[in-house]
C-alpha cells in the first residue's frame, strides 16, 4: 500500500528536533501552511532580524495571504527589521496590506542571545536553540508552548512599536 500523502492529507508538522538551515526554513513554510488549514488566529514570530527567514518567498507570501482572514493576529518581534526591508519585498508588501492585523515590536534585547529565534501558535511552536547553525526543537508539548509563550511575553513587555506599514511625509 502505498503511503505517500494525498493532496488532500492535511499537513502534519514537526514533532522533535530539526537542525540546519534546510530543515529551518521548510518548518517556517510548513508552519504558515498548517495556520491556512488549522485556522490558527494567533501568530507570534520572533527573531533578532528576521535575515535567514523565508519570509520573501512567494509560497510563504501566499500562504499569509490565504491564513490572513478577520480575527487574525500576527504579532513580529525583532531587534531590528532593516534585514526584513532590504531582503524580504513581498513580506513587506504584504505587511502593508495587512498593517491591521500585523503587529511589529522592536526589543533592546541586550544580546542577540536575550531574544529567542522563533514561532509561536497556540498548538504548536519552534525555537532554534542555535541560531549560528540553525539546530531547535519544535513540537505541541504543552509545557515547552507555555514557556517559550512567557519567554515572548515578556519581550514584547519590554518593547515598543517598530516596523510602520507606511511612512507618511509631513
Given at each position: 500500500?502505498?503511503?505517500?500523502?494525498?493532496?488532500?492529507?492535511?499537513?502534519?508538522?514537526?514533532?522533535?528536533?530539526?537542525?540546519?538551515?534546510?530543515?529551518?526554513?521548510?518548518?517556517?513554510?510548513?508552519?504558515?501552511?498548517?495556520a491556512v488549514v488549522q485556522g490558527g488566529r494567533e501568530i507570534i514570530v520572533c527573531d533578532p532580524d528576521f535575515e535567514d527567514w523565508p519570509l520573501g518567498e512567494r509560497v510563504v507570501a501566499q500562504a499569509l495571504n490565504d491564513w490572513s482572514k478577520t480575527g487574525r493576529k500576527l504579532t513580529m518581534l525583532a531587534r531590528n527589521y532593516d534585514e526584513v526591508?532590504?531582503?524580504?519585498?513581498?513580506?513587506?508588501?504584504?505587511?502593508?496590506?495587512?498593517?491591521?492585523?500585523?503587529?511589529?515590536?522592536?526589543?533592546?534585547?541586550?544580546?542577540?542571545?536575550?531574544?529567542?529565534?522563533?514561532?509561536?501558535?497556540?498548538?504548536?511552536?519552534?525555537?532554534?536553540?542555535?541560531?549560528e547553525r540553525s539546530r531547535g526543537v519544535a513540537g505541541s508539548e504543552a509545557v515547552r508552548r507555555v514557556a517559550l509563550s512567557e519567554r515572548l511575553n515578556e519581550c514584547l513587555l519590554k518593547s515598543s512599536p517598530a516596523f510602520p506599514a507606511s511612512t507618511l511625509g509631513l
Open positions: 500500500m502505498d503511503s505517500q500523502p494525498t493532496s488532500d492529507s492535511p499537513p502534519t508538522l514537526l514533532e522533535g528536533r530539526f537542525s540546519g538551515w534546510v530543515e529551518f526554513t521548510d518548518l517556517i513554510r510548513q508552519a504558515f501552511a498548517v526591508m532590504r531582503r524580504h519585498t513581498r513580506f513587506v508588501i504584504w505587511r502593508q496590506t495587512w498593517a491591521h492585523i500585523v503587529e511589529c515590536r522592536a526589543s533592546a534585547a541586550a544580546s542577540v542571545g536575550d531574544m529567542p529565534s522563533a514561532l509561536w501558535a497556540p498548538g504548536w511552536s519552534f525555537e532554534r536553540l542555535d541560531q
